[in-house]
């Protein structure tokens, strides 16, 4: 009788026996389930040659009815169970909208068994939470635990006499991790922190480029639906966009976005008809929580939102206030084509096209204008136009006309509260503005953007102290408000600068980049500082990186060409009619720096006529101190001290 040979392969420290249903790394059995162990054979086999998901689906998954974001999940168990983030190794390439490809160096080995002693445990009798997806007769797809009743008992024995230690090793192991779960929820629980969600924008499964808009809108309005459940945090729309349309590496987005839980999905539209589907991934464990699959008529939008948010909620199991309840019901019906118009317009608003976002959210409001929501992203481009587009005052008193329609229709619309506050704050109205961000947390306590909204009215105000701690809670609550390139210049004003510097987010742009040197320059390290200047305003010749070049000019001596651009810049504004007070009074600085004090002086009235009226620090601002001596200083500082102080007694008397 021939011997039969043992066939396997060797990577890294790993070693993959396909007969065996064997993974091994130092000789200790890793735990895999049995179907991401198909697929890592066939991944292996294929070493070096990219393998399409279609070729994926049909070798191992041919038969059942599985959506490509079960892959996605595969994939990134796979790489968990390989460490390759511990380790610094890559084993599977993701390439986008193809398929994946092993490259790490695979060795193929035939060798008469016995010859080399390897572990013969058998895993699949071991539990460790392994799933796949199951055909549910045609619904959506179910997570089953894998079982192998049919591998036979020859050998049992010596099985369970390996298996024992490690039997005993793993019981201990899962008695205290439980503990520690526990441990850890209870603690979770009693600090109430909420649990992180981020909604990834949906897959489009056709070559459809008329519905692209959906994969990113339809998460978009889950993220606005979601944002009144206090027991969740929510990654905002702005921290999502950038995974439109790209292959989602579940580990690395988790860890990117800072959050324990994912919902991922795809959509496919045929004609009138539209089928959604979603899972809900926890991120450590890449375990399925949930999944779902819809089948609707396409002037049916509406109801996705309602009907995710719902089964979301149970399979979180998240606990409502009666008042959470009473605003996540169903919307009101809105007419289709209003709707569709609507998630186009959070489309281009998301790619930051704003006047064609203002094209489709007018046509909404047309249509149907008792849609707050479509009235509250109106006013929002409106108000993207003005500053960033140069729409000027006309668009933002557009934006407040918008952001008001939506507050008569839904009150407690939290968008709508969140960004007309920030219009108040940036046109000189911070006192109309903190009511709007103090009902909007009595809605959310844990809703990130209205605390640090309302630090940032706070700063313009002078309550240095308060401002901090509101930003520092939405910093608790959503680290991206960081990565996001959210400055925390409330740091700057209370003099610790390098507290300042540390809370910048680690990226080049021309905005962090200006910041830095600005940061660099109160500590007075100044040749770093030119050099940060003056690459941000090589990066984007912008209003903030045009005062960072003429701080930088200060630097060298060049006065006159430094005095020249801060002319044109307040010429500019002037021209635009579009103010930022904030951003007026660093004008004011510099011009302070460049030994201009009679521009100084107009632009730090200026400034404070507009609403930045931070009495407490422009006391003591160092860059100001050649205009203490003036008697306009001390009128202008006058004016902040009386608005600060009656600010103070209005809402802490």
Not at 351 to 375: C, G, R, V
Not at 411 to 422: E, H, I
Request: glycine residues 6%; contains cysteine; negative net charge.
């Amino acid at each position: 009788m021939a011997v039969k040979l043992r066939h396997f392969y060797e990577f890294g420290p790993f070693r993959l026996e396909p007969d065996e249903q064997l993974l091994v790394s130092n000789s200790q059995p890793v735990p895999i389930a049995p179907k991401y162990f198909e697929l890592l054979v066939f991944l292996v086999q294929n070493c070096g040659r990219l393998v399409t998901k279609d070729q994926i689906m049909q070798t191992v998954w041919s038969g059942s009815f599985v959506e490509e974001a079960n892959l996605t999940v595969a994939v990134s168990a796979i790489r968990k169970a390989l460490g390759d983030k511990e380790a610094n190794i890559r084993y599977i390439e993701t390439v986008p909208k193809k398929g994946y490809r092993f490259t790490a160096e695979v060795r193929e080995v035939e060798e008469l068994p016995g010859t080399t002693p390897m572990p013969k445990a058998d895993l699949t009798s071991l539990d460790f939470n392994a799933f796949t997806v199951k055909e549910d007769d045609g619904g959506p797809a179910a997570a089953q635990p894998l079982r192998d009743p049919a591998r036979p008992a020859v050998g049992l024995a010596e099985r369970r006499r390996i298996l024992k230690p490690v039997l005993m090793l793993v019981s201990v192991a899962v008695l205290l991790g439980y503990a520690l779960h526990l441990k850890q929820a209870a603690r979770k629980s009693f600090s109430g922190e909420p649990r992180s969600l981020a909604i990834l924008p949906l897959q489009n499964l056709k070559s459809d480029v008329d519905s692209d808009f959906l994969g990113f809108s339809l998460a978009d309005v889950l993220i606005t639906k979601l944002a009144y459940v206090s027991s969740l945090s929510v990654r905002p729309s702005a921290a999502i966009e950038k995974y439109r349309g790209t292959a989602i590496d579940l580990e690395r987005v988790a860890e990117d976005l800072k959050v324990d839980t994912l919902l991922t999905g795809s959509f496919i539209r045929d004609g009138d008809n539209l089928r959604i589907t979603y899972q809900l991934v926890d991120a450590k464990t890449e375990k399925i929580l949930g999944q779902g699959v819809l089948d609707l008529k396409y002037d049916n939008l509406l109801t996705v939102q309602d009907k995710v948010t719902s089964q979301l909620i149970s399979e979180l199991q998240l606990s409502l206030s009666p008042s959470e309840a009473e605003r996540l019901k169903p919307e009101n019906p809105v007419r289709p084509l209003a709707y569709e118009y609507f998630l186009q317009g959070l489309d281009f608003h998301g790619q930051h096209k704003f006047p064609l976002a203002i094209k489709m959210l007018e046509k909404s409001t047309e249509i149907d204008p008792n849609y707050a929501p479509a009235w509250a992203y109106l006013g929002a481009s409106y108000t993207s136009d003005a500053a960033f587009e140069f729409g000027g005052r006309d668009q933002y008193r557009r934006a407040q006309e918008a952001y008001q329609r939506a507050l008569a229709i839904r009150p407690t619309l939290l968008d709508a509260q969140v960004f007309l506050a920030n219009l108040l704050v940036d046109t000189g109205k911070v006192e109309q503005a903190v009511p709007l961000l103090r009902v909007a947390l009595k809605t959310n306590g844990n809703y990130a953007a209205a605390h640090w909204e309302l630090g940032y009215a706070y700063r313009f105000a002078g309550m240095l102290n308060e401002s901090l701690a509101e930003c520092e809670r939405a910093r608790e609550l959503d680290p991206l408000v960081k990565a996001n390139g959210s400055v925390l210049n409330t740091y700057l004003y209370l003099g610790q600068y390098q507290k300042f510097l540390e809370s910048l987010p680690l990226d080049d742009s021309a905005f962090i980049l200006f910041y830095r040197g600005f940061g660099e320059f109160h500590e007075k390290k100044f040749d770093q500082a030119s050099k940060d200047f003056d690459r941000a305003y090589e990066l984007d010749p912008n209003l903030y990186t045009g005062i960072g070049k003429s701080l930088s000019d200060s630097i060298h001596q060049h006065r006159a060409e430094g005095l020249k651009r801060l002319s044109g810049l307040e010429r500019k504004i002037g021209e635009r009619g579009v103010g930022d007070p904030e951003a007026t009074y660093k004008i004011a600085e510099a011009y302070a720096v460049l030994g201009d004090k009679t521009s100084a002086l107009r632009m730090l009235r200026e400034s404070v006529e507009s609403g930045f009226f931070g009495y407490p620090y422009i006391a003591k601002d160092p860059l100001l101190n050649d205009l203490h001596s003036e008697l306009e200083f001390s009128q202008i500082l006058g004016i902040a001290r009386l608005r600060h102080e009656a600010f103070k007694s209005s809402f802490y008397g």
